[in-house]
């Protein structure tokens, strides 16, 4: 029988890092299932191919960001049930996102497969990546499902303070997919083709796996089949705490979308080099991520339970810890970018347009250490409505005119391009830590009670 990991009480900086660290490397191993695909590609195919996984990828991430956001609203629900010490209810919590998602990845599955040309043409990918580009997301949008059900499974473990399971889940996944792509790139010259292929096939591999592990396990609370259906009430909390985390990152990765078809339209070079820049920036963003999602489920414990200062404390702890971390990876960043490149393109003119993108991204690097932490704190009280305004607030009105502004200046930087990302990432700071304030006159004014 699985048991609940309790955040509520004891100390706070130690389990929140030994519960961050799981999370930390399933997503860096996730992050590596498009990565590896860029890096074998790169290794064996042309520039063309490059810029098609990097624009294919980019589209299916942006997916998986979506679907991410929206278990979101699983992994707070669930939380906050444990917290308050409702197991019972939590089974149909369970029941009610399995039946959620369930329809979700039906529906994703046949919009992408017949939008995929559309979308190569929103992005507009480079005419000789065209074609390979529809070819990446056709393959990859026929495994939305198991995109869907690996996240659902993920915010159910991390709802129960679980965030091992997932990890050695995507970890095999992971091994398998770099697998998958030096036999069908490296070997049958699938190129584009095969680096999809190998991706879907890992993802069903990691979702298999943790079914096994939670029917050998089993759960800490009543669950049954009956549980699978429509409950009206907790399918609409789960939706209305997942639906703004999930059209925020929708919309922002909608923004970082436009500024790569920006990009794109600059050529080949450059659209190869900011794709290399971007896979980097996937794996550097991964700490404050991982603190955000660790703080979701630590602070949704705790406001069930009714312990918002210490919600507060394990606020400050990961916004520490993030920053220690992320000093170093700024460094690389910012003075290393040509070796980080070169992981993931032999071509000298890519490696020198990826690095000069990275010297802005090593900026945000720092300050997403304080934003992400907010996020997953004010995801946790359930306040996600907020998330959702200023996430849109800073994408639309910051990120994508400053871009677009700096791509006109000539000759085009792509530092200053870059630039746009730390712009609307100090907005965003500013934003949360008003409302912060706001919460904390809220809290002093009705006595701890926040309910939104």
């Given at each position: ?96 996102g399995i039946f959620l998602f369930g329809m979700i990845a039906l529906v ?53 303070g679980d965030s091992k399971t997932p990890l050695l889940a995507v970890l ?7 697998a998958g792509d030096l036999l069908f790139v490296g070997v049958f010259g ?263």
């Open positions: 029988m699985a048991t609940v990991h309790s955040f509520t009480q004891g100390k706070i900086l130690s389990p929140l890092l030994r519960f961050s660290l799981p999370i930390l490397m399933a997503l860096l191993l996730q992050a590596m299932y498009g990565a590896a695909d860029l890096l074998i590609v790169g290794q064996f195919n042309s520039s063309a191919d490059v810029s098609a996984v990097a624009t294919g990828s980019q589209i299916m991430q942006t997916l998986t960001t979506v679907i991410t956001g929206l278990s979101m609203g699983t992994t707070i629900l669930l939380a906050q049930k444990i917290g308050q010490g409702r197991q019972k209810e939590a089974g149909k919590v369970i029941g009610s994703l599955t046949l919009v992408v497969e017949l939008a995929a040309g559309p979308l190569a043409s929103l992005m507009q990918a480079p005419a000789e990546a065209f074609d390979k580009t529809v070819e990446y997301v056709r393959i990859c949008s026929a495994g939305t499902v198991f995109i869907v059900a690996y996240n659902v499974l993920g915010s159910i473990f991390r709802g129960l095999i996944a992971c091994m398998l997919n770099i699938m190129a584009t083709g095969g680096a999809a292929l190998a991706t879907v096939l890992a993802q069903s591999v990691s979702v298999i796996l943790c079914i096994w592990i939670i029917r050998r396990r089993g759960l800490p609370f009543p669950f049954a089949l009956s549980d699978i259906r429509f409950h009206r009430e907790l399918v609409g909390r789960t939706a209305r705490l997942g639906a703004p985390i999930a059209l925020q990152d929708f919309l922002v990765s909608i923004s970082f979308l436009v500024i790569l078809a920006i990009v794109n339209s600059l050529g080949v070079i450059v659209s190869a080099g900011v794709g290399v820049a971007e896979k980097l920036c996937a794996f550097i963003m991964l700490v404050p991520s991982a603190f955000s999602q660790a703080l979701s489920a630590f602070v949704g414990q705790n406001v069930g339970a009714g312990q918002h200062a210490r919600a507060r404390r394990s606020l400050v702890c990961g916004m520490a810890s993030s920053f220690v971390i992320s000093l170093f990876l700024a460094y690389l960043s910012f003075f290393h970018g040509d070796m980080l490149a070169r992981i993931f393109s032999n071509d000298d003119p890519v490696i020198l347009a990826a690095a000069e993108y990275l010297k802005a991204y090593a900026i945000d690097t720092l300050l997403v250490s304080f934003l992400f932490c907010f996020i997953g704190y004010f995801n946790g009280y359930g306040s996600t409505r907020f998330v959702m305004l200023q996430g849109i607030l800073g994408a639309f009105f910051v990120r994508i005119p400053v871009s677009f502004f700096m791509s006109q200046l000539k000759p085009v930087s792509l530092f200053l391009v870059g630039l746009a990302t730390p712009c609307s990432t100090s907005v965003q700071i500013l934003l949360c830590v008003g409302w912060f304030l706001l919460l904390l006159r809220r809290e002093k004014q009705r006595g701890g009670d926040l309910a939104q």
